[in-house]
């Protein structure tokens, strides 16, 4: 599968970038990587954030993680912010439940021997401060909320493999 991200209505990129990957590798801890992001399309009202491996085993990949409602005024996000409690978020934000329904960060976690798996960590603009999506809705849900207000999307790819 080629980008998921490619088959979504056209909208103008901006950048994203974390410190913590190391040479484009993301961990298996849960701790969510840190995050930057800047030129982001004038009109954004505010930010979320998801990390989806569309290789995982499951027919309709796997969503780690999805935050909701990131203030347009914050531009970046600590390492650890999605952990259980959301303490590194700020205020108004939420994280949803990922697909192990559980409202944290999930780290990678591939199959062992599967090969490797690209996570797509992506910083969506939008053009309301608030999607009105419910806390226990998945990212899914959140992504089909998203599309008819995405103004811009910041995509930043990591890999990871479990060895045999």
């Known amino acids: 599968m080629n980008n998921p991200f490619a088959r979504l209505p056209e909208v103008p990129s901006f950048?994203?970038?974390?410190?913590?990957?190391?040479?484009?590798?993301l961990s298996g801890a849960n701790v969510s990587p840190q995050l930057s992001w800047s030129g982001a399309p004038e009109g954004t009202k505010s930010y979320a954030v998801t990390v989806y491996d569309p290789d995982a085993p499951t027919g309709s990949g796997f969503w780690h993680w999805a935050v909701a409602d990131i203030p347009a005024t914050v531009t970046d996000?600590?390492?650890?912010?999605g952990d259980d409690t959301g303490s590194g978020l700020p205020e108004g934000a939420y994280q949803l439940p990922n697909d192990a329904r559980v409202p944290h960060y999930l780290g990678a976690a591939p199959p062992a021997g599967h090969g490797p798996h690209r996570y797509f960590i992506v910083v969506h603009a939008l053009d309301v401060e608030t999607i009105g999506v419910p806390?226990?809705?998945?990212?899914?849900?959140?992504?089909?909320?998203?599309?008819?207000?995405?103004?811009?999307?910041?995509?930043?790819?990591a890999t990871a493999e479990t060895p045999a």
């Open 135 to 157: 806390a226990e809705a998945t990212p899914a849900y959140l992504g089909f909320t998203m599309a008819g207000h995405l103004l811009g999307r910041a995509v930043l790819t």
């Open 77 to 81: 996000l600590p390492e650890g912010a």
């Open 15 to 25: 950048t994203v970038t974390s410190a913590t990957l190391t040479g484009g590798q």
